[in-house]
């Protein structure tokens, strides 16, 4: 199978990068760090049921969406000890919709296209 740029690039960076590693060491929770999502929402109260001693909320309407919810599940599972924010916020939304319009090349290598 042949490798796509976005393929190689992310080999190149796995095996030059410790971070791999360390997100597969046992040690690491996340414990003590504050991470700020900006996404169109999530489901908070399914990431609730699936991570019950997690600490989530969201910074705005927080509308459940399918895409948040599966970025802040594989946050929560790399990282459990996370404070995690979820921010929905039409600045932001508008800001991706610019980018989507202005560099689209970089808008579909960042969402793997």
């Given amino acids: 199978m042949r490798r796509g ?3 190689a ?4 960076w796995q095996a030059a990068s410790p971070l791999p590693e360390l997100l ?3 040690s690491v929770t996340g414990r003590g760090a504050r ?3 900006l996404d169109t929402g999530a489901d908070i109260p399914l990431l609730l ?3 019950p001693s997690g600490m989530i909320r969201a910074a705005g309407e927080a509308r459940p ?4 919810t599966l970025v802040a599940d594989i946050l929560l599972k790399i990282a459990p ?3 995690l924010t979820v921010v929905d916020d ?3 939304v508008a800001l991706m919709e610019r980018l989507q319009r202005e560099k689209p090349d970089l808008w579909a290598e960042d969402i793997g296209e």
Avoid at 9 to 12: I, K, S, V, Y
Avoid at 65 to 68: D, L, P, Q, V
């Fill in 49 to 51: 049921s699936r991570h």
């Fill in 81 to 83: 000890g996370i404070d």
């Fill in 35 to 37: 991470v700020a999502m």
């Fill in 24 to 26: 597969r060491s046992p």
């Fill in 5 to 7: 740029p976005a393929e």
């Fill in 9 to 12: 690039r992310l080999a190149a």
């Fill in 65 to 68: 969406a399918a895409h948040g």
């Fill in 90 to 92: 039409p600045r932001c």
